[in-house]
């Protein structure tokens, strides 16, 4: 291991990985919400072939990238 290496593990990605402690529930919450307004949308006239399409074309820049 670098002699580098073991300051910046210690200053930055353990800090960083305390923190993604309190963003899970954060993250949770948004995927849930995410979750609704998706099915809302999809629900809404008209909405669905929109929503379809947007899935599609998300799914091939996906599968390009």
């Not at 073991?6 to 930055?12: G, I, M, S, T, W």
């Not at 923190?19 to 609704?36: F, H, I, M, R, Y």
């Not at 669905?48 to 947007?54: D, E, F, I, N, S």
């Amino acid at each position: 291991m670098s002699p580098d290496l073991a300051p910046q593990l210690r200053d930055q990605v353990i800090p960083m990985l305390d923190e993604l402690q309190t963003v899970a529930p954060d993250l949770q919450d948004l995927v849930g919400t995410s979750k609704a307004l998706n099915e809302i949308i999809g629900s809404l006239p008209g909405l669905g072939r929109v929503k379809k399409r947007a899935e599609e074309e998300f799914a091939h820049h996906d599968g390009n990238e």
